[in-house]
């Protein structure tokens, strides 16, 4: 299984300072040197916690300028959330960063998050899977066929064409995905399916959600083993007790332990045949608590 990190932009969940570029540039770098699979970015705008309200930078500028700062790492949205742009501009966006980074990109895309973000900003929040299952739609066709022309309920193109094509091609599309509606999304379009939790990573959390994904495969006449899997843990390895002090006050149940119990729980996880484990630091974690993790990837290979 191969092992990603996920880094956080958000103010300090904990204690309110935001992350500089120069540190995340500097995370990045000890990322892709410590040999990690993939790294990958949210993409939120407000979080209203009890702690106050905490802000992300926005995921594609970060996205574009970690592409334009690393080699050879992959580099993934987890995940851009559908509501926040138009598919024209998530499918600009995506060849954008996938030429930048010479073909080292994952488009991810979600139906949304915590609603609080979209009542602030003045997202609507009715019918989310089904504005999803259309965006997700006319995304893979501009990424793919390079043109498409829809009309639908709440999304539509006209004779839109993707013009210039990335060099390496265009990026792989990732779903995330848990309900029915936006699984059966992930089973017609995604090459890759994937989930996060933040208050359960015991496999049998992930198993339903892989079974329903096979099942909507089959019913779209795909072969299940052609959508890769993946999932994403909040997890730390010894970790200073008030990191995790803080992410509990989050509502957050991160997977903490040393490091054989950590690798138990995830092996568990790849059993089911997941394919790849996108780790989420606890808040407030530094380059420390990343090289405690490095050992993982050699244990779940």
């Given at each position: 299984m ?7 932009t958000a103010d300090?969940?904990v ?8 540190e995340?540039?500097?995370?990045a770098?000890?990322v ?9 970015f ?14 992300f ?6 996205l ?9 790492i992959t580099?993934?949205s ?8 138009s598919p024209?501009?998530a499918a ?17 895309l ?16 009715d ?16 990424l793919?066929d390079r ?9 539509s193109?006209s004779?839109a ?14 779903v995330a ?30 198993a ?22 993946s999932?994403?843990v909040m ?16 509502g ?8 054989d119990?950590?690798?138990?729980v ?6 089911l045949g997941?394919e790849?484990?996108?780790l ?16 993982l ?5």
């Open positions: 191969d092992v990603g990190i996920a880094l956080w300090e969940l204690e309110g300072r935001p992350p500089s570029w120069p995340i540039a500097t995370l770098a000890l892709e040197d410590l040999g990690f699979a993939s790294l990958w949210p993409d939120h705008l407000l979080w209203k916690l009890p702690v106050g309200p905490r802000g930078l926005e995921h594609a500028t970060v574009g300028a970690v592409a334009a700062t690393t080699d050879e580099i993934g987890a995940v851009m959330c559908s509501s926040f742009r024209g501009i600009k966006i995506a060849d954008t960063t996938q030429e930048v980074s010479g073909g080292r990109y994952v488009l991810g979600g139906a949304g998050g915590p609603r609080g973000e979209y009542e602030a900003f003045g997202y609507p929040t019918h989310l899977g089904s504005r999803f299952a259309e965006y997700v739609e006319i995304v893979a066709s501009l793919r043109t498409a022309s829809f009309e639908g309920r709440f999304h193109v004779d064409v993707m013009t210039p094509t990335p060099e390496s091609g265009p990026s792989p599309i990732l995905a848990r309900g029915l509606r936006t699984i059966e999304t992930a089973a017609r379009f995604a090459d890759e399916w994937n989930w996060y939790t933040i208050d359960d990573v015991r496999a049998g959390y992930f339903p959600f892989i079974e329903m994904l096979d099942e909507a495969c089959e019913r779209f006449g795909r072969d299940p083993a052609d959508v890769r899997r999932v994403d997890v730390a390895v010894e970790p200073a007790a008030g990191l995790v002090e803080g992410a509990e006050s989050l957050m149940s991160p997977l903490v332990g040393d490091l119990h950590v690798a138990g995830l092996d568990e996880i790849g059993g997941v790849e484990v996108h989420y630091p606890l808040p407030g974690s530094g380059a420390a608590e990343i090289e405690a993790l490095a050992p990837i050699d244990r779940l290979a």
